[in-house]
């Protein structure tokens, strides 16, 4: 079976998998983020840690750096799922908010703004999945203020992933939560109308953690691309 790797999202590690890896096929490569300071390093990453052709399947953040990756090398890539994230330019907006937000970590209040401001927009209900809830905020604080600044620092200064679109030739899979409030269903519909071979997958009842939310879904839709005639 060919091999998948996981690219996780902003203050996650390999922990975000862990609910849907025992329904995963194949081998299973998971890279971590925790030093690179740009999406383009965390794609050259992927690629020196991966095999020389694999699934790819990437997370938010890691959906972006997955995308580069995939665009730069496209031969080696099988099949790409793209998970909770988008592949629209930054905005004034965001990049306010993002400025705001590495600001108020940097003084020494990094711990409340995971609680406040980031852990509530996750999930769909946030009253469920105490279990998934606690791993996130676990994930965040453990990853700490100078990981935030290095990776939110990434995404306002990553390139206009327009430009990589069109190299994107392998079967592609698009899933997000059709109540992402960070990667919603309309960016989802985007990215695919833009993508030469996609298909969206919407995930009902669930926010932005669908690894988390919804890991069956999320596992077969990789193990879909894993089971492609290429490899039987």
Not at 47 to 74: C, D, I, K, N, Q
Not at 80 to 92: M, N, R, Y
Not at 140 to 168: S, Y
């Amino acid at each position: 079976m060919i091999p998948v790797v996981l690219a996780p999202g902003l203050l996650c590690d390999g922990r975000l998998w862990s609910a849907m890896r025992p329904d995963l096929l194949g081998d299973i490569i998971s890279v971590d983020f925790a030093d690179d300071d740009s999406i383009q390093a965390m794609a050259m990453r992927i690629l020196a840690e991966a095999p020389l052709r694999f699934v790819l399947a990437g997370f938010s953040m890691g959906g972006m750096a997955a995308m580069t990756a995939a665009a730069w090398s496209p031969e080696r890539i099988a099949g790409l799922v793209l998970i909770d994230t988008h592949a629209e330019p930054e905005t004034p907006d965001r990049s306010e908010r993002r400025a705001r937000q590495i600001a108020t970590a940097d003084a020494g209040g990094f711990s409340r703004l995971v609680r406040e401001e980031l852990k509530p927009h996750y999930f769909a209900a946030p009253d469920d999945h105490e279990g998934a809830r606690k791993l996130v905020s676990d994930m965040a604080l453990e990853a700490g203020a100078l990981q935030f600044r290095r990776h939110v620092q990434a995404l306002m200064t990553r390139p206009d992933p327009a430009t990589l679109l069109e190299a994107l030739t392998m079967p592609v899979t698009v899933l997000t939560g059709e109540a992402d409030g960070l990667a919603p269903p309309s960016a989802a519909r985007h990215l695919v109308d833009r993508l030469p071979d996609a298909r969206l997958v919407l995930i009902p009842d669930c926010g932005h953690m669908a690894p988390l939310e919804a890991p069956a879904v999320v596992a077969a839709e990789i193990n879909r691309l894993c089971r492609q005639p290429e490899f039987a």
